[in-house]
């Protein structure tokens, strides 16, 4: 592996690792970008079975981050924290202190919080070695549970696709297929029921599945059926790598917006999903309610202020889709360039001079 040539390949800055003796930790901070501001991003715990897998995720993960916080407005960079180990094992305060002085050490280039496999007390026990964590419980004065601001910014997401393909306002008897039924999966579809939609939904964990179906009054299908399943909305809310040369040609819907990270195998997916028609919303802007939470904490955590911030997913996706259009270019690099242009734009800023104070 050539981690330089990959680091220039994506634009990445920073790649780093830590160990600490007493802890066991093995940790990688990979840091894509901080154009805007400091990096922002999560830490993931996964016992990765290679190095390399966890450099890879470091590396795929943070520039992700660039482009969620370029997309929604927020002023931050994008970065993201992996800790090589198992969090049904490994997890102690320690582990999580030693992290924390890393970060610290890192004197606010690097802000982290939850994301797969760790969860707002782990950060807690940061809190005595650094002041850069946030996604804290409300008692702390954090944002609490992301996905319910992930959610709702997931369900707005859904009518502006909705407004976009078949020019209504509403999803009253309209059909949404949910795959995955997990933190984010269930508050999108209670949203969606709300909204007079039709539900059919699947989780590969069956008892979750038949709990939320029963609850919500939804159609259940197994987990291999929902890919296929005819309806108006495909929203995928389990894992990334949904989209891809094998299941795009199953597809039997006109939208595709969901939650998950990562949806498309590779950018040439969203090619696929455009010359089929089906509209897809790129899921660094639909999804980023979460991270519009965990950033305005930064501000003192104001619920109504990140929540109108939420409000603005739509009107991101509708400029996404005009650029889309006039292009004549997939959603995904619609999304992208308007990225660039923000970037490039508070660039060329930074070449204002101002006298330091
Ligand atoms: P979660 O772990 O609570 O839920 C995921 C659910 O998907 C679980 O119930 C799991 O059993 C199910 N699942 C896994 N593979 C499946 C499959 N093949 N078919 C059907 N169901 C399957 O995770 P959470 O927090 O709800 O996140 C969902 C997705 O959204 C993830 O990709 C996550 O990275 C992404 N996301 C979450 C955010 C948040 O605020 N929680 C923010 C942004 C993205």
Request: hydrophobic share 40%; proline share 4%; aromatic share 8%.
């Amino acid at each position: 592996m050539d981690l330089f040539d990959m680091m220039a390949r994506e634009g990445h800055e920073q790649v780093m690792f830590f160990r600490d003796k007493a802890k066991k930790l093995k940790a990688i901070i990979a840091l894509h970008d901080t154009t805007l501001g400091p990096a922002l991003g999560g830490t993931r715990m996964f016992p990765y079975k290679t190095e390399e897998e966890a450099i890879l995720d470091a590396l795929r993960l943070s520039k992700g981050m660039t482009l969620k916080s370029g997309a929604c407005g927020n002023h931050f960079g994008g970065g993201k924290g992996i800790i090589w180990g198992d969090p049904d094992r490994d997890k102690d305060e320690g582990l999580f202190r030693a992290y924390g002085r890393f970060i610290e050490g890192l004197n606010g280039r690097f802000i982290t919080g939850t994301d797969v496999g760790t969860y707002p007390a782990d950060f807690v026990h940061c809190l005595p070695e650094t002041q850069y964590v946030v996604g804290l419980p409300s008692e702390y004065g954090g944002s609490g549970d992301t996905s319910v601001l992930t959610a709702y910014g997931v369900f707005l997401g859904i009518l502006a696709c909705v407004e976009e393909v078949f020019g209504r306002r509403d999803l009253q008897g309209m059909s949404v297929a949910v795959q995955g039924l997990g933190k984010v999966g269930k508050k999108l579809c209670v949203h969606l029921k709300e909204a007079g939609a039709r539900l059919i939904v699947a989780d590969i964990k069956d008892s979750r599945a038949r709990e939320v179906s029963s609850e919500l009054g939804a159609t259940l299908v197994s987990p291999s059926e929902i890919l296929e399943v005819e309806a108006d909305i495909f929203s995928p809310n389990a894992m990334g790598g949904i989209l891809n040369e094998e299941t795009i040609p199953k597809l039997n819907c006109r939208i595709v917006a969901g939650a998950a990270n990562n949806q498309l195998a590779n950018p040439y997916d969203a090619i696929r999903l455009f010359q089929r028609g089906i509209l897809y919303a790129p899921d660094y802007i639909v999804n980023a309610g979460g991270v519009i939470g965990v950033a305005d904490e930064l501000e003192g955590y104001n619920p109504e202020r990140a929540r109108r911030k939420v409000e603005n997913i739509p009107l991101l996706l509708k400029k996404v889709f005009r650029i889309s259009r006039e292009e004549g270019i997939d959603t995904e690099k619609a999304a992208g360039r308007m990225v660039e242009a923000r970037l490039r734009e508070v660039l060329q800023l930074k070449g204002i001079y101002v006298p330091e104070r």
